[in-house]
DNA sequence: ATGAAAGCGCTAACAT
DNA sequence: ATGTTAGCGCTTTCAT
């Protein structure tokens, strides 16, 4: 139907009947040789090809999916939003996507509309997708969604029902506990946390990073205030932390509102990371920028839907076959200049007082790491 | 095919017809129905849609594009990035793309493959897409394309042949604009301006604006420095711009570099805004939030796409009927505190000299507007 | 190794 | 207003 126009004018798009008629066989070989099916001798392949060529034919997909079932098109339920996280994860699932041979159809959730998740699921079902992935899964109440193709939940536990559903781990649970613990290794008494929605698994799974860092290190666990993903959600959050002079480090779950956090510290007087170190979860474009260049944790979102898609084509396309073991995400902590030390003794205020740490040292190396002399 | 799977087990998916057999109608009608065609009766209409609800049933896309030659769907090529830019006209046009009744199919550019428009074009073209969407457009040299759908083009001028080619305009010059005449009008004598990547539109767009507003006030035109959208890229231009004393005012050609920039002045020992001011682009989500927060003008995103998405349906249903008139952009220009009027004389150094003002008055409202104190 | 025939599930044209 | 008859351009049997 649609494709490519012919240069000069237009004569009829080509079928395979043309390429066969062309060709001098019959149109069950262009179909033979097309597919890459075996049993074709090599100079058949080759005058078809070449006739294939010279008519400039392409093949007609919605002829092949109502003969044969099959779209080789996979759907993405991602957020109608441009955050960092979701952005880039949608990025890398189109070029895995691109990289198996299959071509991406989108469905986002409507922001605040429940069952948004099911209404894009639908969508994408509806058009005749192989296969879904769920990009930074929501709960929206809904207990159990059922659907008739495989499915890849990035970050989420399974709670479809579906013929096969595969998951691939963001890693944001170990990638948060080695920010937490990054702050407790400097030093700090304990370190507060600044959670995105509870809605969210990305809010839980970093929830328990931090937790367990926390534990481990026999460390306080102080209240989670809980944002939006916003900066202005962080800036709010810092104002609240700001007041309790205790607060020595905090880790936000996303840069967006460590940045916040920070603006509030510094109109509170209260200096970064002298005063209070901050370590947030992403490591956006601008995070070696800003000031103090932000410490922060980054998420192989490449790798992921890499890694991911691999999985989902595998049990797309060979149901039957054991599937092959998933590779663990690096870890990486990007350490920058808005984390040191706590300062020798807790600054004035009420509340619990935090350990002092006589043997500060240099540990912060508060330099803009990172920050390159020359433009790319 | 592939639908919402049936709660209890898997009886068949049910096709059209066996709705009309158990509506008692004829499979056309089923299809009238469906199609919303005229010439049904009321109690027709409603006994098929009964029997639809009860089957369960959704029509076979595939079926449907085959036997119509549409698809109802419109293919996007995007940039394989996740910039905030191109990333909110992506979710932009997702929506605008659901609300028109059409699904959203993605090609994304391979990053540095010249030709990549061109690959990605053909991968949609192949899929039967009724309508393409080409946002962010660069020049790859490419002279010409042929497409035989319909083409929106998001912000540039029409380079390829095809049945209809819409655009929309990003209104991206006037915004540039709007941000150098805000810095002449604080009273530097020129602005400087940190531009993107030549070969995008964008960057052409907004070299536009800024040449326009220097030209409408007399100002001298600065060389450009080029960077690539980074962070970095604003770094490293901001060293080489500190190196020049008479340098007082910069508009970056969106917040990444803006932000790189400002981390540059002032590891160089220049304040921003007393020494020097800076204007962003795009109002990222940390602007308001940055140290100092950024002075920047917003792009409509989401009425660029909804508008020129409205165009594209336009030509794709009703190829014959005059185009309706497009809608000017609003221009936003956020006035932080990155931006105040130039010091009373210039510092020293060599190179020509900033014309002083007497009179730079308190214009600049350097306080952090925007900055909410409740978290939302 | 190659070909002929029979659909896939719809919409479109043409009756009635 | 409703039904009948052909395809749409492939992939799939099933022959040969």
Redesign the pocket.
């Known amino acids: 139907?649609t494709r490519l126009a012919r240069p000069g004018g237009s004569p009829p798009?080509p079928?395979?009947?043309d390429v066969a008629r062309l060709a001098?066989?019959?149109?069950?070989?262009?179909?033979?040789v097309?597919?890459d099916e075996?049993?074709?001798?090599a100079d058949?392949r080759r005058r078809v090809l070449d006739a294939a060529e010279e008519l400039g034919?392409?093949?007609?997909q919605?002829?092949?999916a109502?003969?044969?079932?099959?779209t080789r098109s996979i759907g993405v339920v991602t957020l109608g939003s441009a955050l960092y996280g979701p952005a880039s994860l949608l990025v890398g699932i189109e070029r895995a996507v691109r990289e198996v041979g299959y071509t991406l159809r989108v469905a986002a959730t409507i922001e605040g509309d429940p069952g948004g998740i099911a209404g894009a699921l639908a969508s994408l079902l509806d058009q005749g997708v192989d296969g879904v992935v769920i990009s930074e899964p929501i709960d929206e109440g809904v207990s159990l969604i059922s659907v008739d193709v495989p499915v890849l939940v990035l970050g989420a536990p399974p709670n479809f029902a579906a013929p096969q559903v595969v998951t691939a781990r963001v890693g944001a649970r170990l990638l948060a506990r080695a920010a937490t613990e990054h702050l407790l290794e400097l030093g700090h008494a304990t370190v507060h946390h600044v959670a995105g929605p509870q809605r969210w698994y990305s809010t839980r799974d970093r929830l328990a990073g931090w937790r367990e860092a926390l534990r481990a290190h026999g460390a306080d666990e102080p209240p989670v205030v809980e944002g939006d993903w916003s900066a202005a959600s962080g800036y709010a959050a810092g104002r609240e932390l700001a007041g309790d002079g205790t607060v020595t480090a905090v880790f936000a779950a996303n840069d967006d509102m460590a940045i916040g956090l920070i603006r509030a510290q510094l109109e509170a007087g209260r200096r970064v990371p002298e005063d209070i170190s901050v370590v947030g979860f992403d490591d956006i474009p601008v995070a070696a920028y800003v000031t103090p260049p932000l410490t922060t944790v980054r998420q192989p979102f490449d790798e992921v839907a890499r890694q991911g898609l691999a999985l989902l084509v595998h049990v797309i396309e060979k149901p039957d076959v054991e599937l092959p073991p998933a590779a663990d995400q690096p870890v990486e902590l990007v350490v920058r200049a808005s984390t040191a030390p706590p300062p020798p003794r807790p600054i004035p205020g009420r509340g619990r007082r935090a350990i002092p740490h006589a043997h500060g040292g240099p540990h912060g190396q508060p330099a803009g790491s990172e920050v390159p002399s020359t433009r790319p």
Chains 1, 2 share one sequence.
């Open positions: 139907m798009t079928r395979s009947v001098g066989v019959s149109q069950k070989t262009v179909s033979r097309l597919n075996p049993y074709v001798s058949m034919y392409r093949r007609n919605a002829a092949r109502l003969a044969s079932g099959r």
